[in-house]
């Protein structure tokens, strides 16, 4: 499935989301590709695997190109034993907040500490409620991105 991507990217400053969240999801995922022009990614959510394309992001980091096929989770398996090095672990808490879907991923291992909430948009104006644990906006700034986590991760800032 293709479609084109809005989202803005926030850091979390308290774990009230967890509260709130309607499901979680053990994410295991690797990058058979980092350039920021295509990122090409592998990634098992929960018993699924993805295998997922990206293009490069707008000027103001809110919206990008995607495409996304389902594959077996032991394709994905497969597909990460060919990933660059970097593999990132995560569990993705699904949170409902006023009209819009908050996605917000606890990262372990190298990169245990960060907690990052995105939400995906329509339009790249549309207004959303903020819940009271989102912190700082840090659309677009690269270093957030999990291709460029999964190459210095968050414990070696």
């Given at each position: 499935?293709?479609?084109l991507e809005i989202e803005r990217k926030f850091?979390?400053?308290?774990?009230?989301?967890?509260?709130?969240?309607?499901?979680?999801?053990?994410?295991?995922?690797?990058?058979?590709?980092?350039?920021?022009?295509?990122?090409?990614?592998?990634?098992?959510?929960?018993?699924?695997?993805?295998?997922?394309?990206?293009?490069?992001?707008?000027?103001?980091?809110?919206?990008?190109?995607?495409?996304?096929?389902?594959?077996?989770?032991?394709?994905?398996?497969?597909l990460i034993d060919l990933c660059e090095a970097?593999?990132?672990?995560?569990?993705?808490?699904?949170?409902?907040?006023?009209?819009?879907?908050?996605?917000?991923?606890?990262?372990?291992?190298?990169?245990?500490?960060?907690?990052?909430?995105?939400?995906?948009?329509?339009?790249?104006?549309?207004?959303?409620?903020?819940?009271?644990?989102?912190?700082?906006?840090?659309?677009?700034?690269?270093?957030?991105?999990?291709?460029?986590?999964?190459?210095?991760?968050?414990?070696?800032?």
């Amino acid at each position: 499935m293709e479609h084109l991507e809005i989202e803005r990217k926030f850091l979390v400053k308290s774990d009230e989301f967890k509260q709130k969240a309607t499901s979680q999801t053990r994410i295991v995922q690797g990058f058979l590709n980092t350039d920021s022009d295509r990122t090409v990614r592998v990634r098992i959510s929960g018993d699924k695997g993805f295998l997922t394309v990206k293009g490069a992001s707008n000027e103001s980091g809110t919206t990008r190109f995607e495409w996304e096929t389902e594959i077996t989770a032991a394709e994905a398996t497969n597909l990460i034993d060919l990933c660059e090095a970097g593999i990132l672990e995560k569990i993705r808490f699904e949170v409902p907040f006023g009209n819009h879907l908050y996605e917000v991923d606890e990262f372990l291992s190298e990169n245990k500490g960060l907690i990052l909430a995105e939400v995906e948009l329509n339009h790249e104006d549309e207004r959303f409620e903020k819940p009271e644990w989102l912190g700082e906006e840090v659309t677009g700034q690269i270093q957030y991105y999990n291709s460029q986590l999964s190459k210095k991760p968050f414990r070696e800032w």
